[in-house]
C-alpha cells in the first residue's frame, strides 16, 4: 500500500460498530440517529426514483438543490450565494472536506486543524501531502486557545480547517472566538475550510455562527454542511460546498474526478427537506438537548465527569473518576464488559502523539452518541450501572 494511506488503519467508527454488532452493544459509538428523518422527505426520494431521476446529476448537484442550499445560507445566515457558481453537491461532507483540501492545498503547505479533530481530517490532509499544525481543545471546556493558534501560524500556512460546532467535544466557537481566527485569516491571508455539518444542533438558545459571515471572511471561506444530521439521513451521503467560486472550483476540481456525482433521486428530496418551517429545526434540537440532558445525567449518576456539549450528537466524559485511565482499552472492552459501545477521544489526536501515551489529552476522555432514542439512551445508562 502506498505512503499516502500509511498508519491510518481502520477507522475507529468501523471498529466500534462492528464490535457493537458483534456483541449486541448498545451502540452510542458512530454518530447515526436510530429513527429515520421526515416521512414527507422519503416520500420526494421515492417519488425522483419512481420518477426517472436515476441518472447522472450534473457535476454541481440537480439546479432545484443548488437553488435550496443558497436559500438556506440566505435564510439562516443572510448569506448570499450564487446557485450556479458558488454552491456544489457533494458525497457528504467528507467528500467536500477530501476534495477542498485536494484542490486547494499545495503538498507541504502547513494547515491549522482544531484537535482533536475528526478521523478523516488526518486522513486526507496526510493524502493531500499537507502538513499538520493542531490546535488543541482542552478539558474541561474546549474553548479555542487563540494564542496557540496565533502561534500555530507560519509562513507555509495557506489554510485553517475549522469545525463548528466541534466534533468529538461539543463545543460550539462564540463570535470572539470566530474573530480572532478571522483576524489571523485575514492577516496571513490564509483560506479557511469550514466543517458545519451540526449547524443545526446547537443546545441552549446557543446560535451557530458561520465564520463566511464575518466581516471580510466570504471571500475566503469555503463552508461545508451534510443533509446527514439536519435531516436524520446520514446514509444518504448528501453533503455540500458553499463560497466564492474560485474556491468552489478548485474544491470540484478534485470532486469531479473521485465520484463526479452521486445521489441523484436523493438530491431532489433533500432540495425539499431545506425548506422545511422553522418548528421542523427547532424542534430538532430542542429534541437533541433532551437526549442530551437524559445521557449526560445518566453518565454522571453512573460516576463519570461529564462535559456537557453545546452541540453536536456527543457528550464527551472522563473515565478516570470510575478508575479507568485509557480510553482505547476502554472502548474495547465495554461491549462485552456491559454491553455498550463509545468512542475514544484519543484517536482524534495528532498521529505524532502515540494514542496511548500519556501525552495523549484524550487519552481518558470517551465520546458517546445521543442521538438515539429516550429508551435505548436509559438502556445504556442502566447496563453502564454494573461498571460499579
Ligand atoms: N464532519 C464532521 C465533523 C462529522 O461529525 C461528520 C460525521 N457525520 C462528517 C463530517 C461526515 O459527514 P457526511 O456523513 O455528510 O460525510
Ligand atoms: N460522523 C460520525 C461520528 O463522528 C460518524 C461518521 C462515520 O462513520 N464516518 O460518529
Redesign the pocket.
Known sequence: SSSRIAGLGT?I??EM?ALAARTGAVNL????PDTDGPDDVVDRAVQALRGGRNQYAPGTGVPELRSAIAAHQQRFYGLAVDPDTEVAVTTGA?EAVAAALLGLVDPGDEVIALEPY???YVAVLQMSGAVRRPVTLRAPDFRLPIDELRAAVTPRTTAILLNTPH??TGSVLRRDELEAVAAIAIEHDLVVITDEVYEHLTFDGLPHIPIATLPGMAERTLTISSAGKTFSF?GWKIGWATGPAPLVRAMLGAKQFLTYTSGSPLQPAIAHALGADDAYFTDLSTRLQSQRDLLSDGLRQVGFEVFVPEGT??VTTDIRPLGFEDGLDFCRRLPDRVGVAA?PHQVFYDPATPADGPDNPGRPLVRW?FCKRPEVLREAVDRLGALV
Request: no cysteine.
Open positions: 477507522t467508527f468501523a460498530s459509538g458512530q454518530g447515526f467528507t475528526y478521523d478523516s466534533n468529538p446520514t450528537y456527543f468512542i452518541a
